[in-house]
C-alpha cells in the first residue's frame, strides 16, 4: 500500500513539474504576450483534459478491481458452502452409524442377558433341594 500511494505521489510531483517547465519554457520563448498567453491557455485545457483522461482510466481500473475481489471472494464462499455441506453430510452419516453400532450392541446386551436369565433358570430349577432328596 505504500508503493502504490508513492508512486501516485511521485506521479504527482511528475505533473507538478511537467508543468512548471511548460510554464518557464512558454516565458522565455520569443513570442509576444497574446500568443504566450493563448499557448498558456491552450497547454492547461491539454494537461486538464489528460488529467481527466488518468482519472477516468483509474477509475475503470479501480472498478475492474473491485469486480475481480467480489468474483474471488463468490468463489470462496461458495467453496465454504461445498466444505459445509460436505461436513454436514459426513456428521450426518457418522451419527447413524453410531446409532446403529449403539442398537446393535443393546440387542447383543439384551440377548446376553436373556442367555443369563435361562442359564440361572436352568442351573436353579437343576439343583433344587426338593429334588435332591
Known amino acids: 500500500m505504500a508503493d502504490n500511494e508513492s508512486s501516485i505521489g511521485g506521479f ?7 508543468g512548471l517547465g511548460a510554464l518557464v ?11 504566450t498567453r493563448d499557448e498558456l491557455v491552450a497547454r492547461s485545457l ?16 479501480a472498478g475492474q478491481y473491485v469486480q475481480h475481489g467480489k468474483e474471488t471472494a463468490g468463489q470462496y464462499v461458495d467453496r465454504g458452502k461445498e466444505y459445509y455441506d460436505k461436513g454436514r453430510t459426513q456428521w ?18 439384551a440377548a446376553a442377558v436373556d442367555a443369563g ?3 440361572y433358570i436352568k442351573t436353579s430349577t437343576s439343583s433344587d433341594p426338593l429334588e435332591n432328596s
Open 12 to 18: 504527482g510531483w511528475f505533473l507538478a513539474g511537467l
Open 25 to 35: 519554457g512558454v516565458l522565455y520563448a520569443p513570442k509576444s504576450g497574446r500568443e
Open 46 to 61: 491539454e494537461a486538464r483534459d489528460r488529467a481527466n483522461q488518468l482519472y477516468n482510466q483509474g477509475l475503470e481500473q
Open 92 to 109: 450426518s452419516q457418522y451419527v447413524d452409524k453410531g446409532k446403529d453400532l449403539v442398537q446393535t450392541q443393546a440387542e447383543a446386551v
Open 117 to 119: 436369565k435361562e442359564a
